[in-house]
């Protein structure tokens, strides 16, 4: 696979990563061929303050503060219990809206909602939605009687292969879903689609209506998926492969949706909103993964500064449908990322899954 590194340079935590190697390797040639004691020490803070505020500035990248009154208008943020998806709901919850979050357990929900709402001074309903159980996303949808916004934005990363209670990949099925042969079946691999695929197909009609927006959180990850992608072939489970691929599938969905549904003034984007460590999303990593991760921190956003691109995608005009962002503006996505093909065959396959697992509902 070749790495698109046109497209890895553009974000901010690659260069404030090059920006960090760049400046530790100054730093050791200046510290052992240049100062001498007693500057040494006094050097090395006054390098570390500075290096410290601009990092801080490369890696925060573009910044987005929304305005709008949404005193009439009702979003849905999938995964809001924590992270990112708690931060947009509170924000969007600050600018008036009507957010319902979808989060798993009813009383937790419940409980997340009053928060939020005690927090922005706004309403904030919390309903119980297990993405991973099509039932739970079917009576999750039964509830919901307007939509302006939808915000998929929950996801996870499983170490090992696990499948799902309707028997899809859990990272894929929650994500989207690839495809493993189950009880003679394609079980949908890992899109972060299957969850929130059936979600967006059962509140288009209330879409339709309102002319509302469809919001999924991808990630620059999906750069590692094969540019020859099959999703339906059942493949050996490999942790980076299985998020990469459910990540490439979040685009795709919303440039397939924006191609079917877009002349009837509904409008998808896919977004990457940067590296954050600190998300629930890593719950499950390994010892290795903790290190790596704990070093990448320096060039890490705040959850707040990961949620500005989802709130631009959500409320800005100046956002693309049908496109994939970052930063707070259109990016370079992998070019499968906008392979109509292949978001054809991925629309259908999903289909195909979502039927198959929910007929008897």
């Given at each position: 696979m070749a790495l698109p590194i046109r497209t890895l340079l553009v974000e901010p935590e690659i260069q404030s990563i090059i920006f960090f190697s760049v400046n530790s390797l100054a730093l050791i040639y200046v510290l052992l061929l240049v100062v001498t004691w007693p500057y040494t020490?006094?050097?090395?803070?006054?390098?570390?303050?500075?290096f410290f505020i601009i990092n801080k500035r490369i890696s925060s990248g573009r910044s987005y503060t929304p305005n709008k009154n949404l005193s009439n208008q009702t979003v849905i943020v999938t995964g809001a219990a924590t992270g990112i998806g708690r931060v947009t709901a509170l924000e969007l919850a600050k600018l008036e809206a009507r957010v319902i979050v979808g989060i798993r357990g009813q009383e937790r929900a419940e409980r997340i909602a009053q928060e939020l709402s005690n927090e922005s001074r706004g309403n904030v309903i919390g309903y119980h939605l297990d993405l991973s159980d099509l039932s739970s996303v079917k009576a999750f949808a039964d509830k919901i009687d307007k939509v302006d916004i939808l915000i998929n934005n929950a996801g996870v990363a499983k170490q090992h292969e696990e499948l799902t209670k309707d028997g899809l990949e859990s990272t894929f099925?929650?994500?989207?879903?690839?495809?493993?042969?189950?009880?003679?079946?394609?079980?949908?691999?890992?899109?972060?689609?299957?969850?929130?695929?059936?979600l967006t197909q059962l509140l288009l009609p209330l879409f339709i209506q309102s002319n509302g927006r469809i919001v999924n959180v991808s990630s620059i990850m999906h750069v590692f998926a094969s540019q020859n992608i099959d999703f339906s072939k059942n493949n050996s489970y490999n942790r980076i492969v299985a998020y990469a691929e459910s990540k490439l599938a979040n685009i795709l969905h919303a440039v397939e949706l924006q191609r079917r549904y877009g002349d009837r003034d509904i409008k998808a984007y896919a977004l990457h909103p940067g590296s954050i460590p600190s998300t629930e999303l890593?719950?499950?990593k390994t010892p290795i993964l903790t290190v790596l991760m704990a070093t990448a921190a320096i060039s890490a956003k705040t959850i707040a500064q990961g949620a500005m691109t989802t709130l631009y995608c959500a409320l800005?005009?100046?956002?693309?449908?049908g496109k994939y962002h970052s930063n707070c503006r259109v990016a370079q996505a992998s070019?499968?990322?906008?392979?109509?093909?292949k978001a054809q065959e991925l629309w259908s396959l999903s289909e195909k899954i979502v039927d198959d697992k929910t007929k008897h509902l």
């Open positions: 020490l006094v050097y090395l803070i006054a390098h570390a303050a500075v099925g929650t994500n989207h879903s690839k495809l493993y042969l189950y009880n003679n079946l394609f079980i949908i691999f890992y899109l972060h689609l299957v969850g929130h695929f059936y890593s719950r499950e800005s005009d100046e956002a693309q449908p070019p499968v990322a906008y392979n109509s093909k």
